[in-house]
Structures are given as structure tokens and as C-alpha cells.
T-cell receptor, first 113, second 114 residues
Framework: NAGVTQTPKFQVLKTGQSMTLQCAQDMNHNSMYWYRQDPGMGLRLIYYSASEGTTDKGEVPNGYNVSRLNKREFSLRLESAAPSQTSVYFC????????????FGPGTRLTVL | AQSVAQPEDQVNVAEGNPLTVKCTYSVSGNPYLFWYVQYPNRGLQFLLKYITGDNLVKGSYGFEAEFNKSQTSFHLKKPSALVSDSALYFCAVSPNTGFQKLVFGTGTRLLVSP
């Protein structure tokens, strides 16, 4: 099992460019999440998908969109990147949304110039 | 809304000594509590969780945590630290009713010296 995989590992964008971060899990988990990690701020939830076919906003959704493509895949899109979106992005999944531990991918380090 | 406080940015301990990483929380109702560890350039890894029952929870790599409802704390402990325990540790909380999002603390860096 690969667990949770993310692509790309690194990305540099110019302000205004768009990109999609890909995430896939092979654990047959129902719930998936996107977080960003910034120094001194811990992890903040951007969007989540409690189950296939549903998505909801987290704590910091502005500037992002998501797609739960199927049970395995959950993508995060930046339509017009801004320097404030420079961060490390983590995808995670859990078997169920309630009281289950989350499994994290290795992260994508994004720099917006 | 729930919140987590990890009051120490960094904890230093000598190898072989006991370690404690502190966490306090605020949540409506009863909590689900988690500890995660992050090694450099890696994603977070689950260590342990408290859902209900025994206040002392044992987890991976010899770590344990004690849930204290009156003090709203969930401190992470290990009897004998290893250099390889050096990493960033995150506490997280959610209410125990329905689907609730996890809220993470800001993290505590643990440095274990040889």
C-alpha cells in the first residue's frame, strides 16, 4: 500500500498562475482533507470531503477549490495564485470522518513569487 | 469553537530522561484528542488518540498520554527519550458529536540530546 500520495512534491508559481495539487489514497478511506502548514500556525484545514460526492469548506478556503473525483482522489486547485498561498500543503484521509485517525501524505511545498 | 494550546515552542531533554510535551484544549462537550508527530520533510504520523475510557492512552514508539478532564489537558509523555524522538509534535482536538473537524495546535519541537 502506498498510503496517501501527493503530486507534485515541489512547485514554484508566479502570481496569478493556476495549478492543481493531486492527492490519492489506496486505503479505501471515506474521508479526505486538505491542510496547509505555515510556520508557527500549525495545520489549518482548507477543505474536506466527508464522503465521496461531498465537499465542505474548512477554516481557510478562500482562494481554493476542490474536487472529489472519486473515492480515491481529492484535488486542490488554486485558480489565481497569490504570495500568501506560499505554504506546505498536506492531503490526509481517514476511514470515517468521526474519531478516526488521519493518514497524511508527504506534502507539496508551494512557492508563489 | 474548539482550540488547542501547546504552550512550549520547544522542549529539550537528554537521552534517557523522561519527556513531557504539554497540550491543553477547549471544546464544547467531550473531546476526541490526538497526538501526531512530524519528522523533517515528512507528513504527520498518528501517535495515539483518546476517545473514551481509560485516561491513560498508550501509543506508538513507547509514547503515552494522559487525559485530564478537570484540567482540560492531554500531555504526551515517554519514560525514556531517544535521540530519534526528536521531531515536531502536534496535539489535535475535535468534539465527539457527529462529524467535526480536527483543530491542531501550533506544534512543539522536541530536541533530544545524546
Amino acid at each position: 500500500n502506498a498510503g496517501v500520495t501527493q503530486t507534485p512534491k515541489f512547485q514554484v508559481l508566479k502570481t496569478g498562475q493556476s495549478m492543481t495539487l493531486q492527492c490519492a489514497q489506496d486505503m479505501n478511506h471515506n474521508s479526505m482533507y486538505w491542510y496547509r502548514q505555515d510556520p508557527g500556525m500549525g495545520l489549518r484545514l482548507i477543505y474536506y470531503s466527508a464522503s465521496e460526492g461531498t465537499t465542505d469548506k474548512g477554516e481557510v478556503p478562500n482562494g481554493y477549490n476542490v474536487s472529489r473525483l472519486n473515492k480515491r482522489e481529492f484535488s486542490l486547485r488554486l485558480e489565481s495564485a497569490a504570495p500568501s498561498q506560499t505554504s506546505v500543503y498536506f492531503c490526509a484521509s481517514s476511514l470515517l470522518a468521526e474519531n478516526n485517525e488521519q493518514f497524511f501524505g508527504p506534502g507539496t511545498r508551494l512557492t508563489v513569487l | 469553537a474548539q482550540s488547542v494550546a501547546q504552550p512550549e515552542d520547544q522542549v529539550n531533554v537528554a537521552e534517557g530522561n523522561p519527556l513531557t510535551v504539554k497540550c491543553t484544549y477547549s471544546v464544547s462537550g467531550n473531546p476526541y484528542l490526538f497526538w501526531y508527530v512530524q519528522y523533517p520533510n515528512r507528513g504527520l504520523q498518528f501517535l495515539l488518540k483518546y476517545i473514551t475510557g481509560d485516561n491513560l492512552v498508550k501509543g506508538s514508539y513507547g509514547f503515552e498520554a494522559e487525559f485530564n478532564k478537570s484540567q482540560t489537558s492531554f500531555h504526551l509523555k515517554k519514560p525514556s527519550a531517544l535521540v530519534s524522538d526528536s521531531a515536531l509534535y502536534f496535539c489535535a482536538v475535535s468534539p465527539n458529536t457527529g462529524f467535526q473537524k480536527l483543530v491542531f495546535g501550533t506544534g512543539t519541537r522536541l530536541l533530544v540530546s545524546p
